[in-house]
Nanobody
Framework: QLQVVESGGGLVQPGGSLRLSCAASGFTLDYYDIGWFRQAPGKEREGVSCISSSGGSTHYADSVKGRFTISRDKAKNTVYLQMNSLRPEDTAIYYC???????????????????WGQGTQVTVSS
């Protein structure tokens, strides 16, 4: 069973930054597309940013373009989400997910992803 674990969430002020990490348990992430998703209270889960297994293709939701960056560190078997210029509307539980499917240029939609972490809370508040 594939397992991923998120970390790095916390409480930050608007305009601040956080870096989320997604680590694999018992397997290498090199062969999987990885996505970051988030869900705010009362809202549907939405794709934030996704990256292909090679790292050559990425996707960003319009709401985070220019502020968030997804990256792979294959040596550390970890995928990161660097979040800058955070806004209160970024507050949500953030989930890391993996899929062995071909997502086609890191297509970032929930149904394509099979293996989900437990989530890490990000709160942006003044």
């Amino acid at each position: 069973q594939l397992q991923v674990v998120e970390s790095g969430g916390g409480l930050v002020q608007p305009g601040g930054s956080l870096r989320l990490s997604c680590a694999a348990s018992g397997f290498t992430l090199d062969y999987y597309d990885i996505g970051w998703f988030r869900q705010a209270p009362g809202k549907e889960r939405e794709g934030v940013s996704c990256i292909s297994s090679s790292g050559g293709s990425t996707h960003y939701a319009d709401s985070v373009k220019g502020r968030f960056t997804i990256s792979r560190d294959k040596a550390k078997n970890t995928v990161y989400l660097q979040m800058n210029s955070l806004r209160p509307e970024d507050t949500a539980i953030y989930y890391c997910a993996a899929t062995a499917r071909d997502t086609i240029q890191a297509m970032c939609v929930v149904p394509l992803y099979d293996y989900w972490g437990q989530g890490t809370q990000v709160t942006v508040s003044s």
